[in-house]
């Protein structure tokens, strides 16, 4: 418990396109307490999914989590340019309590 | 509105006290913990702790453990985070976040908008 990976470390695109980051966590994340958030050039983080793939309030519906046990995805169906940001995967457990991940910077191609 | 505000930027010495603050409004204070994060310039995000208000009840990141102190006065709606010694290690963005749990879920659902701690001679 306890450590988190996230790959890639930088994704490349273009608005419109399809985006998909990977989280993997060192052992399995009980109940899929696997957190999303964003965060944009001098802004604070934003949650996005929590519980691996449940939207917080207000995120559109082209943000969509997915996954369980060690590995999960955030997909972005289709970008906007909104959404050129870091990306932070964060698991919580029950020892280590929070972990985030190193991050996955989506820059415009 | 449900916010939580964070104290302003702070330019210390090494070796000086600091204390920072994050005040909550628009919810129930003291009962939600509240956690605070650290992002050093360019890095990535690091969980330092937590306190929960209703009781003053601490969690640490053992790598932060005696290093800083978490704190909580439900009276005013205002949790702290502070340093006795600071060092230059110490400069980065920290920021407070209220965290919403349950029996099958827990996250950081609400932000401050970060303190810049900047220390150097």
Redesign the interface.
């Known amino acids: 418990e306890g450590v988190v990976t996230q790959s890639p470390g930088t994704l490349s695109l273009s608005p419109g396109e399809r985006a998909t980051l990977s989280c993997r966590a060192s052992q399995s994340v009980g109940?899929?307490?696997l957190?999303w958030?964003q965060?944009k050039r001098g802004q604070?983080?934003?949650?996005l999914i929590?519980?691996a793939y449940?939207r917080?309030t207000g995120v559109p519906d082209r943000f969509s989590g997915s996954g369980s046990g060690t590995d999960f995805t955030l997909t972005i169906s289709r970008l906007e340019p909104e959404d050129f940001a870091v990306y932070?995967c964060?698991q919580?457990g029950r020892s280590s309590?929070?972990?985030?991940?190193?991050?996955t910077k989506v820059e415009i191609k | 509105e449900v916010q939580l505000v964070q104290s302003g930027v702070e330019v210390k010495k090494p070796g000086e006290s600091l204390k920072i603050s994050c005040q909550a409004s628009g919810y129930t204070f003291s009962t939600y913990w509240i956690g605070w994060v650290r992002q050093m310039p360019g890095k990535g995000l690091e969980w330092m702790g937590i306190v929960y208000p209703g009781d003053s009840q601490t969690r640490y990141n053992p790598s932060f453990q005696g290093q800083v102190t978490l704190s909580a006065d439900k009276s005013i709606s205002t949790a702290y985070l502070q340093w006795d010694t600071l060092k230059a290690s110490d400069s980065a963005m920290y920021y407070c976040a209220r965290r919403n749990t349950g029996s099958s879920w827990d996250y950081f659902d609400l932000w401050g908008q970060g303190t810049l701690v900047t220390v150097s001679s």
């Open positions: 109940d899929n307490f957190n958030y965060q604070a983080p934003r949650l929590y519980g449940k917080a932070y964060q919580f309590l929070f972990t985030f991940g190193p991050g």
